[in-house]
């Protein structure tokens, strides 16, 4: 099982010692790229060398396209971070460093600095690459740095600085002001004030308050949170115990968390079991009169309980259904009782805020989005993974410097997709947004939790905006019917349309529904369903209008609208298509120029993929 | 779709269970994750059951149960293949691997084989948008496949459970 994947390794604190250190990526991205048996080559090959190191797993850096992610640290030198690491390179790296006291150059990917050490000759730093150095690692500070499960490691990084700052020293209200001044919105993707958020649920009256943590990530293609989960969890229980401080003596906090992510839970639990024994949590938490814990929920597979009040709804054992507000969670929330409710991203910020100042955040970001923003990098792009920027950075950097362009050179950039479900497509034109809450609005996406999925040219953009409402429509919980009965009748246009059945007046029927099922949906879900559709339709109206009136698809996605022909003045008569195809329906003769069959062909692409001179479009 | 048999369920069981949960009402989740922990699924006496003690109707415990798509009320197989659908996964030929599996294992979505080896469930997102197209079972996850390597992960499980049995 995952969840007990690290159970058997030896967990060591990676506070300076005087022993090489071995870290190796262990989120699920770094598991799924093989780390766990090369951690089993690594104990081998530490044994068989007789060497005396510590082996610290550690949560996600961002680079998931590089993982397996092996890092050396000799003592007194700069940790050195190989990737795509493989058995036969793992015996390089250990003869460079544990004998001939060097680096592996043909592997190694940079240097990260380590206090009062020494860096290598010939090695670029991390900071400098590419990928790193449009980025500003506030939330992420950690990930990856230290040993998830070691409540040490968190300490040894100014861990929990932030909650002996405010018990000590400050008043709820001080809290409150701060995170106001800090301009930090919520990152879940409703961008409301948390300090705002925060004051008003310390004003509602009564003794009994409740903290949400909000960990439910459902957008498809977005995993910022898991990140921070597995990779910092106790920034987030931080967070939470800082925000019942503030809204005024909550003594009891929930984590709803979705259970695909079992490893964020796992790493999660530990924390909790640690942060008790040291009294972060509990009773009378560093000696004062505060007392707070937190439990964790476990989620069931609904994607609207990321939707605060239906979350709410789930947590409390009903169907998780979302209720009209008012009444605000700040108001009644868990149990009738007035709840703050935070993302996962935005409790992973309060800890540095708090100890940094909120002038500090706010010196970082735009006008209206200050602070920074992390991001699932995910698609056509060459280095896929999670970065983290200040807010307001240009669509085109992060696409292009960060991410390294596209993944296939010849295929150029198409559309970004942000915000998932509730987001839209930006096209090449939209490069410029400054990616913050206002803007991206304005260019018909959302900055959404932080999922952008870039589309190159071959990428199909109607097939997109059905993939999307096909989302929500099986995602809609069927409490309100424009919701319900709109997404439905919108997905089977949109279906029509893919399949070559297109009419005309199709598209404009789809925005009149569009509009109707924005206006009057009950909750957020329904309100951003038709996002995808409308962005796509004012961007690549042309797309849309050559799947129904030429029932063409230019990306040649949509299988019905693909026809497959042989241009006669290409075609060498060499035969090679012929053979591959498994319904029989291309027919060639010797000398003479191939036919294929269309009522035949099952558009499998084996001919296309076959032919050397790119004859067959 | 095989005929599938059902558990015999134990009140003990489910008493122990809710106990747990000091018999709240707004731990019923909670508990029917627990109870499908214990079954593989949850069995419709077990629902009874689980109603009768924490004192919730009928209609609401099966309100509940059908409103959430990670329980079950049939039993699931061995191994269920969980292919990730999500965006990523999807531009880059998620589709492909489910139909490989349907074509392979002549099960839908949702359907057990007859052997009750393999269930494939298709499911949203598991986060891991990089190493697309991806798939996890049993906690695994394994990334970047095709539908070659998702033959191959098949027949790989299914020579474990042969070998396990030999063993046994």
């Known amino acids: 099982m995952l969840t007990e994947a690290l159970e058997d390794v030896s967990v060591a604190s990676s506070k300076l010692t005087d022993l090489p250190i071995i870290h190796i990526g262990m989120a699920t991205c770094g598991l799924a790229s093989g780390a766990r048996p090369l951690l089993e080559l690594i104990k081998k090959e530490v044994q068989k060398r007789q060497l005396n190191v510590r082996i610290i797993p550690t949560g996600c850096i961002g680079m998931c396209h590089n993982e397996p992610l092996v890092d050396v640290t000799m003592p007194g030198r700069y940790r050195v971070s190989y990737r795509n690491v493989k058995a036969m390179t793992l015996t390089q790296i250990f003869d460079s460093h544990f004998t001939k006291n060097e680096f592996a150059k043909k592997y190694a990917t940079c240097q990260i600095p380590m206090e009062g050490a020494e860096p290598y000759e010939g090695l670029i730093l991390m900071a400098d690459m590419p990928f790193f150095k449009g980025q500003v690692k506030i939330v992420t500070k950690r990930c990856g740095m230290i040993d998830p499960l070691s409540i040490e490691d968190y300490l040894s990084m100014d861990g929990y600085k932030a909650l002996k700052k405010v018990l000590t020293s400050m008043t709820p209200a001080q809290v409150v002001d701060e995170v106001t001044k800090s301009g930090l919105r919520g990152r879940g993707g409703g961008g409301f004030p948390t300090g705002l958020k925060w004051g008003l649920t310390q004003k509602s009256p009564g003794p009994e308050k409740y903290v949400v943590c909000n960990a439910d990530e459902g957008d498809p293609g977005a995993f910022m949170d898991r990140s921070v989960l597995e990779g910092d969890p106790h920034a987030v229980l931080e967070g939470m115990i800082i925000a019942a401080f503030a809204v005024g003596n909550a003594r009891q906090g929930y984590i709803y968390c979705r259970a695909e992510y079992p490893l964020a839970i796992r790493h999660l639990r530990k924390a909790i079991d640690d942060a008790r024994a040291h009294n972060f949590l509990g009773e009378n938490i560093l000696g004062t009169d505060m007392s707070f814990d937190i439990e964790i929920k476990e989620g069931a597979g609904a994607y609207v309980c990321g939707e605060e009040t239906a979350l709410l709804a789930s947590l409390m054992g009903e169907r998780g259904m979302p209720w009209p507000k008012p009444p605000f969670p700040a108001q009644k929330g868990v149990w009738g009782k007035p709840s703050v409710i935070n993302n996962v991203e935005t409790l992973g910020n309060i800890g540095h805020i708090l100890l940094n100042g909120g002038d500090w955040y706010a010196s970082y970001g735009s006008e209206k989005t200050k602070g920074t923003k992390t991001f699932a990098l995910t698609g056509s792009v060459k280095n896929s993974g999670l970065i983290e920027v200040p807010a307001g950075t240009p669509l085109r950097e992060i696409i292009f410097s960060i991410g390294g362009g596209m993944v296939e050179k010849k295929i150029p950039f198409k559309a970004a997709q942000l915000g998932g479900p509730s987001g839209g497509c930006i096209p090449v034109d939209g490069l410029d947004t400054p990616v913050d809450f206002e803007n991206v609005v304005a260019a018909g996406a959302i900055m959404g939790s932080g999922g952008i999925v870039v589309m190159d040219e071959a990428a199909c953009i109607v097939d997109t905006a059905k993939f999307f409402l096909k989302f929500t429509q099986d995602e809609s919980c069927g409490e309100c019917t424009p919701c319900r009965v709109g997404s439905k009748i919108m997905l089977d246009i949109l279906t029509r349309i893919t399949e070559g059945k297109g009419q005309e007046g199709d598209l404009d029927e789809l925005v009149r529904l569009s509009m109707y099922v924005k206006s009057n949906s009950l909750c957020g879900l329904g309100g951003a369903a038709p996002n995808p559709v409308l962005s796509t339709i004012r961007y690549f109206r042309e797309e849309y209008e050559a799947h129904i009136r030429d029932k063409r698809c230019p990306g040649t996605v949509c299988n019905e609208l693909i026809k497959y022909v042989v241009i006669e003045e290409d075609c060498t008569t060499c035969g090679l298509c012929e053979p591959v195809c498994p319904s029989g329906s291309v027919t060639w003769e010797k000398g003479e120029v191939a036919h294929i069959d269309l009522t035949t062909c099952i558009r499998c692409k084996a001919c296309v993929d076959a032919c050397k001179f790119r004859a067959i479009i | ?168």
Not at chain 2, 9 to 23: A, G, R, T, Y
Not at chain 2, 30 to 42: D, H, I, R, S
Not at chain 2, 143 to 160: C, H, N, T, W, Y
Request: charged share 30%; with cysteine.
């Open chain 2, 1 to 168: 779709m095989a005929e599938t048999k059902h558990v015999e369920v134990d009140l003990d069981d489910i008493e122990k269970i809710c106990e747990e949960f000091e018999n709240r009402e707004g731990a019923v989740v909670q508990v029917l994750q627990k109870v499908q922990e214990k079954y593989g699924y949850v069995p419709a006496e077990a629902l009874e059951l689980v109603g009768d003690v924490l004192e919730i109707p009928k209609s609401k415990m099966y309100g509940v149960l059908t409103f959430y798509s990670q329980f079950y009320q049939e039993p699931r197989g061995k191994f269920i293949l969980k292919v990730c659908v999500g965006t990523a996964c999807h531009v880059r030929g998620a589709g492909l691997l489910v139909d490989k599996v349907r074509e392979e294992l002549h099960i839908e979505p949702g359907e057990n084989t007859e052997d009750m080896l393999f269930t494939l469930e298709p499911v949203a997102c598991l986060g891991s948008c990089a190493l697309a197209p991806m798939a996890m079972v049993s906690g695994t996850a394994y990334g970047k496949l095709s539908a070659d390597k998702m033959v191959s992960l098949i027949r790989q499980l299914e020579e474990e459970t042969v070998h396990e049995e030999e063993t046994v």
